[in-house]
């Protein structure tokens, strides 16, 4: 059985919800990511940043990136996926909720990350072209 350990990327790294969103994006260059997990104070995931986010929400809108926090941005109820959970939980996980990328937790803490790029690294093409038109179809969703 294939797990979301086997092909999450390790080293995924939490923003704080308190940090501002230029260093998060300092962050994201020094990590070469888009994403960021957001954290709370208790290091429990709260939400997801993208570069995509910070633009839009924040720089897009006139609004200074450095006193506009992770926190202020992160929306909605953040998916996350268990280190343990079989490929196929992954899928139905990111196709049902229409995410591109995918927190994975072990013992209530930050492993990892699945993405796009690892998905098509660990799967077939017949897979990787079924998550992608699951995804992607026009629901009226955002995919992060």
Do not use: F
Not at 7 to 30: C, K, N, S, V, Y
Not at 57 to 74: E, F, N, Y
Not at 76 to 101: F, K, N, Y
Not at 106 to 130: C, F, P, W, Y
């Amino acid at each position: 059985m294939t797990t979301a350990g086997d092909i999450m990327h390790r080293g995924a790294q939490w923003i704080p919800a308190h940090e501002t969103l230029d260093r998060a994006a300092q962050l994201m260059r020094e990590l070469g990511v888009g994403a960021l997990p957001i954290s709370d104070a208790n290091e429990r995931l709260c939400g997801i940043l993208t570069d995509r986010d910070i633009v839009v929400g924040c720089v897009a809108l006139g609004h200074d990136p450095s006193r506009v926090t992770a926190g202020d941005l992160a929306q909605g109820t953040p998916r996350w996926i268990d280190a343990s959970a079989d490929i196929s939980e992954v899928l139905r996980e990111m196709q049902d909720h229409q995410i591109r990328r995918l927190p994975v937790i072990e013992n209530k803490r930050l492993v990892g990350m699945i993405s796009e790029a690892d998905l098509a690294r660990h799967l077939t093409e017949e897979q990787v072209g079924s998550w992608a038109e699951h995804v992607y179809a026009r629901t009226g969703h955002s995919a992060h």
